[in-house]
């Protein structure tokens, strides 16, 4: 098992634990004040992306993804 861990929350955001780093497009780093643990923002309406900031529950989002096997990738020609 890996040292990051990335649970998808039922009707919520993505909660990613353990030892990373989260990056812009441009390749700058978010300073995560020594966070372990934070959560990403799945619904589109927080006010504070890429974090989650509760607004899923005003928005009304759901979403209630299940564990599954992904088909293998496609060969790069």
Do not use: W, Y
């Not at 030892?19 to 390749?27: E, K, M, N, P, R």
């Not at 309406?45 to 607004?55: E, I, L, Q, V, Y």
């Amino acid at each position: 098992m890996s040292d990051t861990t990335v649970q998808v929350t039922a009707n919520g955001p993505l909660r990613v634990t353990g030892a990373f780093g989260i990056s812009d497009a441009t390749g700058a780093m978010f300073d995560l004040a020594g966070r372990t643990t934070v959560s990403l923002c799945r619904c589109g309406h927080s006010k504070n992306k890429p974090f989650c900031d509760g607004n899923h529950n005003m928005a009304a989002f759901k979403s209630d993804e299940k564990a599954r096997a992904l088909p293998p990738p496609k060969p790069k020609i």
